[in-house]
């Protein structure tokens, strides 16, 4: 028979646990003003709930510099002699997490019966006065340094609510310093709707006026405007709001609040996405950042999204189902933004083009309506200025001509010349940006430097047999293969283009290169080059409607040969990158064009 397992009630060390909960829940003690503040909101609320003769609602909070505390008061509905030891000094429970549990909403916030405990992190003492609205006439005193332990004794009764006075520790003196206090305030507790006085409830409430999307207020449009903006200047630290654009529920998504658009320059890869998420009134994030379109670098912006749910810390929100709906409900409203700015305000979409084209060209490859928006207002980066593709598309001749990403190919030098624009390969986004937009308008890119593109660019047209023959026997060279071709502009007779794979080949073969790449790498890499068998270095694109071509063919053969080696030298110092293997040396170039200079010239008397 197999020995009966003994069942044991799990320890608590409770000192430790405390101590974990206080001192190593929150990144920054600064939360404790939030706990606090928001006990004193649901204590409120629930006296709404249960009172039938609550007053209007009344939360006070009180620096005390002199003394060294901090006062949150409240005329929510106190806690009897019972309720102090089963709610407020029992970590875990809490009477707000049990009424909503039993459905009660209303607006209530805390649920996880650990708040309070931030008050010990910050003093060396927390005292607690409380008449209950269930025992008017009966007043409490808690009294606690550090949670482990607590004294309860009668007090004065007073006005039914609650006082929670810190004994501030030398460290968090500054949390009573009037100004540092209200911008705390401000920041954790401005969407909260129970108006929040500092110091005397004759001063105005610090949580006014309300978000602009709560605003009652008929506004006219410019007005409306001009609230967003200061509302938005209020959240962002370190752009100007170029514009607003607000998040109103739908799509599935019961969120409110504001995006903006930053007011500054950005790269294509910059990420300065920021959006501040409140739950039920409170600041939960600084920076949900992932709630906004990974392509929405220049987004900022503050959301009330009562679907999320915090974490125990209350710093961050869960990665739910919620939460995926709410990405995506923020995700339709940018976009819905973006036309809307598009349609109604020209003047703000210039200046939002202007200042994140590169970050766009990426968000359109994102979205199928941003790029319908976007596409023919973007400017690709080319060899003749940034232009739109409709700008490219004219100058090209009815196709768009790209980059390989490193510039300056011979292919590039004739594009120049003709002025048609190359789409520069290398920089974020622009070749699939501009593939995008040919495939939409069913036009061709051609990739300068690759085996189609040089094709496309320069068609080899068929000549007779013996104008082939006398073209080889003027402009053979080893390695170069001739290609009889039409092309603009008919000033140019040759253009010599190197193979870019059978350069790789080379590069690759080098002994150079066995010393700088892996073994590992190098051998893929030679598996790759070895299906480039024997494939020329070069390309030389004769252009059989030059005139100079034309006369060359005609001339006698000693002159033609010369102007030959004159036209051939020429077009390899044109060409000629040093790196490039098996090319030509301008070296033996300049031989040629000397020696044909020499055979032109007439001889001298
Ligand atoms: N100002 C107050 N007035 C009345 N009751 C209070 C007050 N502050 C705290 N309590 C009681 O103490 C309980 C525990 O508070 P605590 O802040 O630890 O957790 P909570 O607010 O319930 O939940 P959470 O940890 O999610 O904030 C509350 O549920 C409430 O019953």
Request: proline share 6%; with cysteine.
């Amino acid at each position: 028979m197999s020995p009966v397992a003994e069942l044991v009630r799990t320890q608590v060390d409770l000192g430790g646990l405390m101590r974990v909960l206080a001192n190593n829940m929150y990144s920054t003690p600064e939360v404790v003003v939030r706990e606090l503040v928001q006990n004193a909101h649901d204590s409120c609320t629930r006296r709404r709930l249960e009172d039938t003769s609550a007053p209007e609602a009344r939360i006070l909070v009180v620096p005390d510099a002199a003394a060294g505390t901090l006062s949150i008061v409240d005329n929510g509905a106190g806690l009897t002699r019972e309720e102090i030891d089963r709610y407020l000094a029992t970590v875990g429970a809490g009477y707000t997490g049990r009424l909503r549990a039993a459905g009660a909403d209303a607006g209530l916030i805390g649920q996880f019966g650990i708040g309070f405990l931030s008050a010990y992190v910050v003093s060396t003492r927390v005292d607690l006065y409380t008449t209950s609205f269930q025992t008017p006439q009966e007043g409490w005193h808690f009294s606690s340094a550090g949670g482990e332990r607590y004294t309860v004794a009668p007090h004065a009764a007073h006005e039914v609510g609650t006082r929670v006075v810190l004994h501030l520790s030398e460290r968090f003196r500054p949390l009573c310093d009037a100004p540092t206090l209200e911008a705390l305030l401000q920041r954790y507790c401005c969407l909260l709707p129970m108006a929040i006085h500092v110091s005397s409830p004759e001063r105005p409430a610090i949580n006014r006026p309300p978000p602009p999307w709560r605003e009652t207020e008929a506004h006219s449009p410019l007005r409306r405007r001009s609230l967003e903006r200061a509302f938005a200047a209020r959240f962002e630290q370190r752009f100007e709001p170029l514009c607003t654009l607000p998040v109103s529920p739908g799509n599935g998504g019961s969120a409110s609040g504001l995006l903006w658009l930053h007011d500054g320059s950005t790269y294509g890869t910059s990420d300065n996405r920021n959006l501040s998420v409140f739950v039920r009134g409170m600041l939960v994030s600084r920076d949900a950042r992932e709630l906004l379109p990974e392509w929405a670098g220049f987004v900022g912006g503050v959301l009330e999204a009562d679907a999320l749910t915090p974490t125990a810390s209350r710093e961050d929100v869960q990665r739910d189902a919620a939460f995926d709906v709410t990405a995506e409900q923020v995700r339709e409203c940018l976009i819905d933004g973006l036309s809307r700015l598009a349609r109604e305000d020209d003047t703000t979409w210039r200046r939002l083009l202007q200042r994140h084209n590169e970050a766009l060209l990426g968000a359109a490859l994102c979205d199928e309506r941003l790029f319908t928006l976007l596409a023919d207002a973007l400017k690709v980066p080319t060899t003749e200025g940034d232009l739109t593709l409709p700008a490219v598309h004219r100058r090209s001749g009815g196709r768009l001509h790209a980059s390989t990403g490193e510039s300056g190919g011979p292919e590039e030098v004739l594009c120049r010349a003709l002025g048609v624009p190359v789409v520069d390969s290398g920089r974020y986004a622009a070749l699939p940006f501009t593939r995008r937009w040919a495939e939409r308008k069913g036009l061709p890119v051609l990739q300068l430097g690759t085996r189609e593109g040089n094709a496309a660019l320069f068609p080899r047209v068929q000549l007779e047999p013996a104008q082939e023959e006398r073209l080889r026997a003027l402009f053979a060279e080893d390695g170069v293969e001739l290609v009889p071709s039409r092309f603009s502009p008919p000033a140019l007779p040759l253009v010599l283009v190197p193979d870019r794979e059978a350069e790789l080949k080379a590069r690759l073969e080098a002994d150079a290169a066995d010393k700088r790449i892996g073994a590992a790498v190098l051998s893929l890499a030679r598996g790759f080059t070895a299906t480039i068998a024997s494939r020329a270095q070069a390309r030389l694109y004769l252009n059989v409607d030059a005139p100079t071509l034309r006369t060359l063919l005609a001339a006698p053969e000693d002159r033609a040969r010369s102007a030959a080696r004159l036209l051939s030298g020429l077009c390899t110092l044109l060409s000629h990158r040093d790196e490039r293997a098996g090319a030509p040396s301008v070296a033996s170039a300049l031989e040629g064009i000397s020696a044909a200079l020499c055979a032109l010239l007439p001889p001298s008397a």
